[in-house]
């Protein structure tokens, strides 16, 4: 057995920021080297951030991402360095480089392109046709990109048939609750059916609505994790891996033939055939704690929400307390991401506004030490009311005026912004959002939805969660407590225009995320009314979430290019049952 | 040779509405059979409308969608029918279906499925690999679909080598500036290579930010159009196809050979052998009008504006006229689209509005014969003034008051449609919402933005358009004539934030239409200086465009599902250079 010292890299890159993403990928490779290092990965297109989208479609954009690499590859003396970026052959493809001493000796082309979820791969990239091995420091390697190791009969096991002692697979994986220990799983298998070690490193951070969450991780080849990385953090994870001297006799999987082994399925590539001095000191297998199922969520809102403010070059966030539990939570999220002196709330009170939620959002202020401004909002209305006296003569008070409540709120929060250069959080959950039970303009306004993707009884989950992190009332039980309200008219509760909530999320969750048909929900033993009412409102609401800032993405499927829905749209589910 | 009649019904579907769709495609076959058509076509995906993007992972839809396909088919007695549909057997097809006497003879898959631009095929389809030659009526007939036609070694030409006399493309190809000239001009090439008939379906009718411009056609074996549909129309196009008799000796085409054409390279499926008895009297050939350049674009605003509203259950719109020129634009569209009847327009002064703004906006309205409200903002102005006091207390006035007012204006017309009903149309033009010159929820604030995609210079050469067309100034004069202006504080001009429109629409152009680099714009003749102005422009307010609503794509690129870029973007063309 030898040391073979592999660094698992997981960077938190941005898109767009080559030359940023550079140097930070060539401070990592410093601090490997440091570390007696020999192979050092990096995430799937770390070098453009992922997903770059359509800037991929600018030849120029390309033409950087390979200089770039070029300054990589220059920086490579005496350690291996994988690293995603972007290759252009005859067309574009999502690529892993592989370099030593200075030289680019490869390069592997992702061979699965998801095209589904969040995912356009296929608008931009060709898939790649090779499972070549790469021979460093004498160990054989298969290197392989994200979607390919999904795959049971996909490129890692190619190349393990064909003789790899080590996959890697580099990632720009995105979040949503649950995946990580579902990438375990999938990884263990991978591992111990081609008895390979595998080394699977995953992109970190924010990028619109996406967060990548990191948690790399090496399993040997029982499928065991031998090391993991933090979740949500930005890391390199140094791990010593145990390699069998060559002709020590095959080492045999679950479905590995010495046969295989040497049939060459790909080409082989050599980088570098003697190892390194051996590290004299090896490194104890590392491994973190494992958030529990909300307090995974939790971090995944704080880091998405930091990343989406700071790389948009915002310090500053400002957003209306209402005293409800959703903005509770997302000043809560707010001050975890960028501190509470960068963090304002804004009270809003109307005619309507019981004192509770007054004073809730002023205990809540307390609790967090921000700063909080009280802006009533009745000089606005009057003067709508007034110029609207005309138009309006002779109808029925009602969501008109309701709205116009919430749009007041929206614009002095917009103002706020425009003057001071604070960015403006939403508070609107996902429950909400998928039934529209929200107001364009109004309470939509701003620029990042911080918990749109986290249905309502998530919300209190959540809340609950920060309080006993706390060790003490952040969120006040008051506001946990009360029932929910809009407060736009007088005794005003939700339960008047939508389901209860622990009805309304099981019903949304198999129609929005499972593609469920209303037999199927209606035999998961709700009412055929109830859920016909819940899918319509659902389906006459895409206008409004079209117009929808970004949020967080921490369920399988949310809101915005995860699904994509028509607008104009006379599909009715309920009508034939 | 003898007579086969055709008819080419290019249908105004609406997506997701699968029994209104086929009650109106069995409508046109009673029409077809009534002029003793032997074979009808129906555009791609007809029975679901296009694109129905995530409606397809509903498996209620695609069952539904079978259903009824299975009620056009047993329609069919008589007369040959091919209909797009979406078939599914181990994953999910783009096909059309060619029924006849009450049978499904048969069913074509598309094989290129387009991923680029507003397309997204691959998310749902599989491509379909075989290219079946139909024998109806004793024609060999080649059946394919939209951009399966665009490769000319695709389908098409397998189907003219394997003997096919006559090629149906069944499309649902989205209208752009041009595009009608450009597809005939490919359909000429694809049909004189192949020496074979060629008759083309498109859909008709608007979908979200798409038109459907129908211009169905057909084209000899020389590729000469024979006949050709309006377009933006619904309607049945009704062709007697010259077919030689079997056994006088084959034609021959650029391409093709004697042995090719019983080559047999797909299946062959007989739907019927005989001739029906041949009409007695010959339908002449017909072709229509072909839109000039400017007259085409505004058609295509009428229909895109026409069917979003009518399709979303809408009757009537409302706007703001600030006697500008988009506003009475898009004012004129909306009168073409639904009649003087159901447009209210409403001026909204403020104390920055020039008198000139007020009269232009009042002679419109009167020119156009719709109803005008007037509600000045003053009072809503101040009162959000005196409750921002304090926070605001020490700034200079600037770009957060100036929103307030757009807001104040948009709030005004959201009041109205939701008291009334109206949806709200924009006004914005290209030009402004690529630079970002808008308030979010102030003029960007609606249900549609009809002349989004329309650059400022457009906007001018559409409103001549109008004028001339109607033979009278229905857009006034001094309204075409006055320096643009936003009008939000004393003074202001366009071009005291934007350069000139002559310049900023060349230059956007080519960076948002062509992806051009910078050095391509400046070799352009434009000035470093401008063009890394606009860029930086265009790149810093994608956040404001992601909340937009959606308007009517005309140019081959529309902000939308057609360019898709992150909001979180450190890239800088400037920056290198």
Not at 150 to 174: F, H, K, M
Not at 288 to 303: F, Q, S
Not at 531 to 545: F, G, M, Q, W, Y
Request: hydrophobic share 40%.
């Amino acid at each position: 057995m030898r040391r073979f010292r592999i660094g698992l890299a997981q960077v938190n890159c941005t898109v767009g920021d080559l030359e940023g993403n550079t140097a930070k990928i060539l401070r990592y490779i410093e601090r490997a080297k440091a570390m007696e290092v020999e192979l050092i990965c990096f995430p799937e297109m770390a070098i453009t951030g992922y997903p770059p989208e359509d800037l991929l479609l600018k030849p120029e954009f390309i033409a950087d991402n390979l200089k770039n690499l070029d300054v990589i590859v220059g920086h490579s003396a005496g350690i291996a360095v994988v690293v995603g970026f972007v290759d252009s052959r005859d067309g574009l493809y999502n690529a892993a480089a592989v370099a030593y001493d200075r030289k680019l000796c490869g390069i592997y082309h992702k061979t699965y392109l998801p095209n589904y979820g969040v995912f356009d791969e296929k608008r931009y990239f060709r898939p790649g046709t090779e499972a070549p091995i790469f021979v460093i420091s004498g160990v054989s390697i298969g290197v392989n990109i994200c979607e390919d190791i999904w795959y049971p009969t996909g490129p890692a096991s190619r190349q393990a048939s064909a003789g790899a002692e080590v996959i890697l697979n580099i990632s720009a994986s995105p979040y949503h609750a649950g995946k990580r220990d579902l990438r375990e799983q999938m990884l263990g298998h991978r591992a111990s059916e081609d008895a390979v070690i595998l080394a699977y490193t995953n992109l970190v951070g924010g990028q619109d609505e996406l967060v990548f969450d990191g948690g790399s991780m090496v399993l040997d080849g029982r499928g065991e994790a031998i090391a993991r990385a933090k979740q949500f953090e930005e890391g390199l994870l140094v791990v010593d891996l145990e390699i069998e001297e060559r002709h020590q006799g095959p080492r045999r999987g679950k479905r590995r033939r010495d046969s295989e082994r040497e049939r060459g399925q790909g080409p082989r590539i050599i980088v570098s055939r003697e190892a390194h001095t051996e590290p004299k000191v090896a490194i104890p297998p590392r491994s973190v704690e494992i958030y529990d199922p909300v307090g995974e969520i939790y971090a995944a809102l704080v880091l998405g929400t930091r990343d989406y403010i700071h790389k948009n070059g915002f310090s500053r966030v400002v957003m209306g307390l209402s005293g409800g539990v959703d903005s509770s939570l997302v000043a809560a999220i707010a001050v975890d991401a960028l501190g509470p002196e960068n963090v304002i709330g804004v009270s809003m009170p109307s005619r309507y506004s019981s004192e509770g939620s007054k004073t809730d959002a002023q205990l809540l202020s307390e609790n967090l030490g921000i700063e909080m401004k009280v802006i009533p909002i009745e000089e606005a209305m009057q003067g709508y009311l007034n110029m609207l006296a005309g138009p309006f003569a002779g109808t029925q008070t009602g969501i008109a005026e309701e709205n116009l409540q919430a749009r007041v709120r929206g614009n002095i929060l917009m103002a706020l912004s425009n003057k001071f250069g604070w960015l403006v959080l939403t508070t609107g959950n996902k429950s909400e959002i998928a039934c529209g039970y929200c107001t364009l303009y109004g309470d939509m306004a701003g620029g990042f939805a911080v918990i749109k993707d986290v249905p309502k009884t998530l919300v209190y989950e959540l809340a609950g969660y920060k309080n006993s992190r706390a060790g003490k009332e952040i969120i006040p039980r008051s506001v946990i407590e009360k029932e929910p309200s809009a407060e736009l008219r007088p005794g005003q509760r939700d339960v008047d225009s939508l389901p209860p909530y622990e009805a309304l999320d099981p019903i949304l969750k198999a129609y929005v995320e499972e593609d469920k048909s209303l037999g199927q929900i209606i035999a998961l033993g709700f009412d055929r009314e109830l859920v016909e009412r819940v899918i319509a409102l659902v389906d006459r609401s895409e206008h409004k979430r079209r117009q929808s800032p970004p949020g967080v993405k921490i369920t399988p499927r949310a809101f915005g290019k995860d699904r994509r829905f028509p607008i104009t749209n006379r599909y009715r589910v309920g009508v034939r049952g």
